[in-house]
């Protein structure tokens, strides 16, 4: 079975632009969450998405956005970058439950100048 | 969301057991406990979970306090790659989200 992955792996941009990262989930899963890890800090939770609808979201202002895809392949949007949105980002895809383990990326780079 | 309280760091040396240790005070009765490692330059990785027995794996045991305010996960041969930062998480019942606090850091020397 093909893991998580994501693209691209690393990226710079400039404050005030727009970006878009890229996520394709685990073979069967039907649920994508993302996080943002600051560095030296754990993972904080961005939203989730299941059946292609955001399902529970974090504390992030909206201009960090999502989509889920038939295909259960994922984007995050982030509009108006700010210096502090550089960090690595993190898509998990898992089957609903609590007893099923998020499967993670080895996330996006991303860092704003 | 409860929180979870771990040591920021800790050593051992390959080969030898190691028992990382969590206090979850606060936990609610229909709280999962997960464990999580990060490798370096890795995303997350899932280790074990358990609600209130003890539970194994072919990664490690997770050993929970009869009260559930502790648990303690138990790598019973430490190698080099498990050196890595490990998080214990409350995983509330019927949540898809995970809280990660800072967690613990594990250094294994040779």
């Known amino acids: 079975e093909t893991g998580v992955t994501q693209s691209p792996t690393h990226l710079i941009k400039t404050r005030g632009q727009q970006v878009t990262l890229r996520c394709s989930s685990q073979?069967?899963?039907?649920?994508v969450s993302w996080y943002q890890q600051a560095l030296g800090q754990g993972p904080q939770f961005i939203f989730q998405?299941?059946?292609?609808?955001?399902?529970g979201r974090g504390n992030f202002p909206p201009r960090f956005s999502g989509l889920q895809f038939p295909n259960y392949s994922s984007e995050l949007n982030v509009n108006a970058l700010e210096l502090d949105d550089s960090a690595l980002y993190l898509c998990a895809s898992s089957l609903v439950g609590e007893y099923s383990p998020l499967h993670f990326g080895n996330g996006t780079r991303l860092t704003v100048t | 969301d409860a929180k979870t309280t771990q040591p920021n760091s800790m050593e051992s040396n390959e080969e030898e057991p190691v028992h990382l240790p969590c206090n979850h005070s606060t936990i609610s009765g229909t709280d999962y406990i997960h464990w999580y490692r990060q490798l370096p330059s890795q995303g997350p990785e899932y280790v074990i979970h358990g609600l209130t027995s003890n539970v194994n794996n072919r990664m490690a045991s997770l050993a929970i306090a009869e009260d559930r305010k502790s648990s303690t996960l138990i790598l019973h041969r430490a190698t080099l790659r498990d050196a890595a930062v490990y998080y214990c998480?409350?995983?509330?019942?019927?949540?898809?989200?995970?809280?990660f606090g800072q967690g613990t850091r594990l250094t294994i020397n040779p």
């Open positions: 998480i409350l995983r509330v019942q019927g949540a898809q989200k995970l809280v």
């Open positions: 998405y299941y059946r292609e609808e955001e399902n």
């Open positions: 073979s069967g899963h039907n649920t």
